[in-house]
């Protein structure tokens, strides 16, 4: 069984501060890892995906999440936020055994960037 | 390319009622899934798809139906609807291994 967790339901910062959203996750092979964000009223947007590599990520919108395997996290991060990253952040996982396996989603984080 | 489009974006039914949500995507891609979403509880897995004619169970299949008769065409049918399923629709499509892409939703209301 996989599972993930995302243990912040909200994450209040500052404009300008560093933005770190934690996930924790639990398969039993390898995990392919995904950050999605969701903006009011839409749909989810993919960020970044951990499938193998380097252990630190680069996406879009200058984030960057950082996979590891010791602590089975895969920590969202922007060394800056903007008042336009204020939204839901969804942490997925899925076993990499298997090209058809389900993703497995996160309850997901409220983050609020304040001016 | 559209991605992946539903239909409608808002619906309000009466319980008993049944009525189609529509998924399509032009991406060729082989897996599609529905999500609902809910507050506090994430997206969670109501059906999927890994091609056309093969359709599988989630975590929360009960009071849905689905089919795929085509590669693009993914609808979710609800037979009889209860106040339960007011939540919002998302559908998503991909490739074997790679990222998932989300459709813009379906917020439905059953009163």
């Known amino acids: 069984a996989q599972s993930v967790a995302q243990p912040e339901d909200q994450v209040n910062v500052a404009e300008g501060n560093p933005l770190t959203v934690k996930c924790t996750y639990s398969?039993?092979?390898?995990?392919?890892l995904f950050w999605y964000v969701q903006y009011p009223n839409r749909g989810l947007q993919f960020l970044l995906k951990y499938i193998t590599g380097d252990n630190l990520v680069k996406g879009s919108y200058g984030f960057e999440a950082e996979f590891n395997k010791s602590q089975t996290s895969f920590h969202l991060k922007k060394p800056s936020a903007l008042v336009s990253d204020s939204a839901l952040y969804f942490c997925a996982v899925r076993d990499i055994e298997g090209s058809w396996g389900k993703l497995q989603f996160g309850a997901g984080t409220q983050v609020v960037v304040t001016p | 390319n559209a991605g992946v489009t539903q239909t409608p974006k808002f619906q309000v039914l009466k319980t008993g009622q049944s009525m189609t949500l529509q998924c399509a995507q032009d991406?060729?891609?082989?897996?599609m899934s529905w999500y609902r979403q809910d507050p506090g509880m994430g997206l969670r897995l109501i059906h999927y798809s890994v091609g056309a004619g093969i359709t599988d169970q989630g975590e929360v299949p009960n009071g849905y139906n689905v089919s795929r008769s085509t590669t693009e065409d993914f609808p979710l049918r609800l037979l009889s609807a209860a106040p339960s399923q007011t939540s919002v629709y998302f559908c998503?499509?991909?490739?074997?291994?790679?990222?998932?892409?989300f459709g813009p939703g379906t917020r439905l209301t059953v009163t």
């Open positions: 998503a499509s991909r490739h074997q291994t790679y990222e998932q892409y």
């Open positions: 991406m060729n891609h082989e897996y």
């Open positions: 398969v039993s092979g390898n995990p392919y």
